[in-house]
């Protein structure tokens, strides 16, 4: 695409080493949220707080009083990263048209990230007796994260060629699993043999984000725009957006990629939300006085975080590699197909803490596949352009639109049923639909008013 920019100067990076690893860091800087507040060391803080918590009306341990009324802990998380979600869906798009037309990507990023780094860092002051305003930094940790994630996808297209773009994808990835494990395992220790809070954690994931990323900030160069100066700014912004969405819907692989994409990823996101939660919930054992209890101790949690994302590393490579054998697209039906197999395992099997490692294991290893591929795959799809944000900023809200519509609607079944086990049903159709839109995905380029797109 080409739009009216006359006085904009490429600066290429594309094949330059040292951006791509330093772009490759800002996975290694933010994925500690995605690992230590997201799946991990927070939601065990989280149900334990919650559970301790005596208010007048609760009947249950995982109930919770919000705004007056009663709720599921996990309910009540659920809604709050559905509502820092559907933030991002307002802001993500208007503020990438206008880093389109300003040349001010990596400006953006910068903001978003020192948002998402306090907002975790701020979780240390998380306290039952304010719970609603607790919540907060629940919802701006999200909002931080995947708006910053975006601006940072976007660089993608301009650092790798289409063929080394599914490895360099994949290689970010890795980076964040690896990463995100080093801080785990230092949080560990603080915590077990130092006999330091729980709460000190999110401090760290603060710091470490804010961190690692002054390296990616240091390298990766934005596109030098020199525009007169003039008012309406923000105006020009969003024609930049709408001219990119009147192009994208001329274009058939990528529209139709990007329902796909919106479909599956409700199952993929909802469940690397939520997993760690399903594992305190629908899984049974013996306690040491011989009684069935409801719930994995946290170490035995902490075990499968571990070993979902080192499971993830070797994954990501993999998928990586069988695109190049077989094909973006079919490499992704055989993900989809796996994903929807876990499901029912887990809906039918997962009672116990071996069964539940087995699924561990097995959404690691599809999961960082899943992840890298999708990521890849949209940026081949990708039309000649310079407007790279807004191009993602598209993908980025319909993955969010997807996971709030995935987190409520694993929120309402829950609440409706009285189990998480009942919501796998939901994430298992996720993946069939999802299967069936990939089929509907052309396997040859796209033609836009009789130009072809290089993909």
């Known amino acids: 695409m080409i739009l009216d920019t006359p006085h904009a100067e490429t600066h290429s990076i594309k094949g330059n080493k040292k ?3 330093a772009w490759t860091m800002y996975d290694w800087a933010n994925s500690t949220y995605n690992l230590v507040i997201g799946t991990a060391i927070f939601p065990i803080f989280y149900t334990a707080v919650t559970a301790k918590h005596q208010f007048e009306g609760k009947t249950a341990d995982d109930d919770v009083l919000l705004f007056g009324h009663i709720f599921k802990n996990t309910e009540v998380l659920s809604y709050a990263l559905a509502l820092g979600m559907a933030i991002v869906c307002i802001v993500s798009p208007m503020l990438s048209g206008l880093a389109d037309y300003l040349g001010k990507k990596k400006v953006f990023m910068q903001m978003f990230c020192y948002l998402g780094s306090l907002s975790c860092a701020s979780l240390f002051f998380f306290d039952m007796n304010h719970f609603e305003a607790s919540m907060i930094s629940v919802v701006f940790a999200c909002v931080g994260f995947w708006v910053s994630y975006a601006f940072s996808n976007s660089f993608l297209p301009e650092l790798a060629e289409p063929a080394d773009q599914d490895k360099l994808s994949a290689k970010g990835y890795s980076m964040g699993y690896i990463g995100s494990i080093i801080l785990l395992v230092a949080n560990l220790v603080m915590i077990q043999v130092l006999d330091i809070p729980a ?7 603060g710091i470490w984000w804010a961190g690692f990323a002054q390296i ?10 020199a525009r007169p100066k003039e008012k309406g700014v923000l105006k020009k912004g969003f024609l930049e957006l709408r001219n990119v969405w009147r192009e994208m819907n001329n274009t058939t692989r990528l529209r139709r990629y990007l329902i796909a994409f919106f479909v599956f990823s409700m199952g993929v996101q909802t469940i690397m939300q939520m997993a760690s939660l399903f594992g305190t919930k629908e899984v049974y ?10 719930g994995l101790e946290s170490g035995q949690l902490i075990v499968a975080v571990i070993l979902v994302q080192l499971i993830a590393i070797p994954g990501a ?11 973006n697209l079919l490499t992704l039906k055989i993900a989809l197909a796996f994903w ?14 071996i069964t539940f490692y087995v699924a561990a294991g097995c959404i690691g290893f599809v999961m960082g596949g899943t992840q890298s591929l999708a990521r890849s795959t949209y940026s081949k799809f990708l039309p000649e352009t310079n407007d790279h944000a807004s191009y993602f900023s598209f993908y980025d809200v319909t993955e969010k639109v997807g996971l709030i519509i995935g987190l409520l609607s694993f929120g309402f079944i829950e609440g409706f049923f009285g189990s998480m086990r009942a919501s796998i049903l939901a994430l298992i159709t996720f993946f069939i639909i999802g299967f069936l839109l990939v089929l509907l995905v052309p396997k040859k380029e ?8 290089l993909v």
């Open 446 to 453: 796209s033609e836009v008013e009789g130009k072809k797109f």
């Open 317 to 327: 490579y993999f998928f990586s590699y069988l695109s190049r054998k077989l094909s």
């Open 19 to 21: 951006a791509q690893n």
């Open 216 to 225: 990616t900030f240091y390298h990766l160069k934005d596109h030098k725009v």
């Open 285 to 294: 054992q013996y306690n040491e006085a011989g009684e069935l209890v409801r």
């Open 199 to 205: 709460k000190w954690s999110f401090v760290t994931v």
């Open 340 to 353: 929807a197999l876990v499901c029912l395992y887990a809906y039918t099997i997962v009672t116990t803490p």
